[in-house]
């Protein structure tokens, strides 16, 4: 069974400082997506890995994957108020022993606060 | 924005009624899925959908059913609502494996 661990749960922290969010996932699967949620709103999807070594950037935030070490990180670049969010780490299982495919697994989530 | 609705938005419901909440898509994606959100567990899988007909179990399936009879509409379905089962329900629409999910406005159902 696929399980996706985000780290930390929650993170305050203040404008303008650096910080990394974890994404850690128990089985091979070379496909990853972040999403954001604000509060009381949908999800917004942010970024899609598809291979070992992916990167992706969008303005201050950056993920990359690390699929043999099944792990992902979303880092944060001089953090802004704006980013007050929840993360979303999302793992896709390609395939599953019942012959379904494309299950797609979330953590569970990483509220952060960015304090002025 | 992908053109996704779910209905309906909010509901209030008894104990040991069942339930029924539609997902529909108007972007002909072949995958769907069902979520719920709550606290501390971020968001968890119920069913999901790889084409017509074609369903497969989540994380936390138990009471729940789903069913496509047609490619535009992903129906979630409680049989006998419990309290427990209180919460944010999300539907998500994608193309294909590799590709991102488009979520749904949520439903938030209670069940009193």
């Known amino acids: 069974e696929l399980k996706v661990e985000q780290n930390p749960l929650f993170l305050s922290m203040q404008e303008g400082k650096n910080y990394t969010i974890y994404c850690n996932y128990s089985?091979?699967?070379?496909?990853l997506y972040w999403y954001r949620q604000d509060p009381g709103k949908s999800l917004e999807s942010l970024f899609v890995?598809?291979?070992?070594?992916a990167v992706k950037q969008e303005g201050r935030l950056m993920a990359s994957l690390d699929t043999k070490a099944r792990l992902s990180t979303l880092h944060i670049t001089a953090a802004v108020h704006d980013l007050s969010a929840t993360y979303f780490c999302?793992?896709?299982?390609?395939?599953?022993?019942?012959?379904?495919?494309?299950?797609?697994?979330f953590g569970t989530g990483t509220l952060l606060a960015v304090q002025p | 924005d992908a053109g996704i609705t779910q209905s309906p938005r909010h509901k209030v419901t008894e104990t040991g009624t069942p339930v029924t909440l539609r997902c529909h898509q108007t972007?002909?994606?072949?995958?769907m899925y069902w979520y719920r959100q709550d606290p501390g567990h971020g968001l968890r899988l119920i069913h999901y959908?790889?084409?017509?007909?074609d369903t497969d179990k989540g994380e936390v399936s138990d009471g729940y059913s789903v069913s496509r009879s047609k490619t535009e509409d992903f129906l979630l379905t409680l049989e006998s609502a419990t309290s427990s089962q209180t919460s944010v329900y999300f539907c998500?629409?994608?193309w294909g494996g590799g590709t991102e999910a488009f979520f749904g406005q949520g439903t938030r159902l209670t069940v009193v």
């Open positions: 972007e002909n994606h072949r995958y």
């Open positions: 999302a793992v896709d299982l390609p395939f599953t022993y019942g012959g379904a495919t494309n299950k797609l697994i």
């Open positions: 089985t091979t699967s070379d496909r």
């Open positions: 890995l598809l291979s070992n070594g």
């Open positions: 998500a629409i994608r």
């Open positions: 959908s790889y084409g017509v007909k």
